[in-house]
C-alpha cells in the first residue's frame, strides 16, 4: 500500500513561512491533497495539487510536487497562531486515502 | 449543514463493554470510513464501506465491527472494549465514481468531528 512520510513537528515564529513536506511511493497518484486538523476538530481539505502540476497557489498557500522524486510541499507565508493545527498529507488515486502521520505546526509569538 | 456527525463526542469505557459509535451523513454519499487517530500515529483505517449493504477491512479492523444499511448511516460496534481502543475516533464520508474521469472532488473526504473514548 501507500506510504506516506511526514516530518512530526514544525516550529514557526508568527510571520514567518512555513513549509510542511512530504513524501509518498505511489505514483499513480492523480490528485495530491493537504488537509488541516484544528485542535479538537476532524480533518477540513485545505488545497489540493492534480498530478500534471508543479505548482499550486491559493493565496497565503503554495503547494509544490517533485513528482520525479514523490515530494509534495506545503508553503503557508506569513504564518498567524490561527494556522497552528497538524497538517496531513494524503495522496488520492486508490479511493482508499492513506494519510500521513501528520505535522504539528507550532506557531509562537 | 450537518456534513458528517458524530455521536457521542466523549465515551468512557470498563474494560469487556460494549458499545457503538454512531455516524451519519447527509450528503448522499457512496463511500464512508472509520479510522481511529492515536498521538503521533496519524490516522489508521479501520473499516470502510463502497456503498450500502458492503463492507470491508481497513488497515486495523480487530475487535470492531461495522453495519452499512443504509446511505447515510455507519455505526462502528466495539463488542469487548480493551485498553488498546482508547483512541479518537473519525468518521468520512466521500462521494466516488469509479471509472471515467477522476475530478479532484471525487475524492475530497468530509469528515465528523470525532468521538474520543477511553477504556479503563
Known amino acids: 500500500g501507500e506510504d506516506v512520510e511526514q516530518s512530526l513537528f514544525l516550529s514557526v515564529r508568527e510571520g514567518d513561512s512555513s513549509v510542511i513536506n512530504c513524501t509518498y511511493t505511489d505514483s499513480s497518484s492523480t490528485y495530491l491533497y493537504w488537509y488541516k486538523q484544528e485542535p479538537g476538530a476532524g480533518l477540513q481539505l485545505l488545497t489540493y495539487?492534480?498530478?500534471?502540476?508543479d505548482m499550486k497557489q491559493d493565496q497565503r498557500l503554495t503547494v509544490l510536487l517533485n513528482k520525479k522524486d514523490k515530494h509534495l510541499s506545503l508553503r503557508i507565508a506569513d504564518t498567524q497562531t490561527g494556522d497552528s493545527a497538524i497538517y496531513f498529507c494524503a495522496p488520492g488515486g486508490s479511493y482508499i486515502p492513506t494519510f500521513g502521520r501528520g505535522t504539528s505546526l507550532i506557531v509562537h509569538p | 449543514n450537518a456534513g458528517v456527525t458524530q455521536t457521542p463526542k466523549f465515551r468512557i469505557l470498563k474494560i469487556g463493554q460494549s458499545m457503538t459509535l454512531q455516524c451519519t451523513q447527509d450528503m448522499n454519499h457512496n463511500y464512508m470510513y472509520w479510522y481511529r487517530q492515536d498521538p503521533g500515529m496519524g490516522l489508521k483505517l479501520i473499516y470502510y464501506?463502497?456503498?450500502?449493504?458492503?463492507?470491508d477491512k481497513g488497515e486495523v479492523p480487530n475487535g470492531y465491527n461495522v453495519s452499512r444499511s443504509t446511505t447515510e448511516d455507519f455505526p462502528l460496534r466495539l463488542e469487548l472494549a480493551a485498553p488498546s481502543q482508547t483512541s479518537v475516533y473519525f468518521c468520512?464520508?466521500?462521494?466516488?465514481?469509479?471509472?471515467?474521469?477522476?475530478?479532484?472532488?471525487?475524492?475530497?473526504?468530509?469528515f465528523g468531528s470525532g468521538t474520543q473514548l477511553s477504556v479503563l
Open positions: 468520512a464520508s466521500s462521494s466516488i465514481h469509479r471509472g471515467g474521469l477522476i475530478a479532484a472532488t471525487n475524492e475530497k473526504l468530509f
Open positions: 495539487i492534480f498530478s500534471n502540476m
Open positions: 464501506s463502497v456503498g450500502a449493504g458492503i463492507t
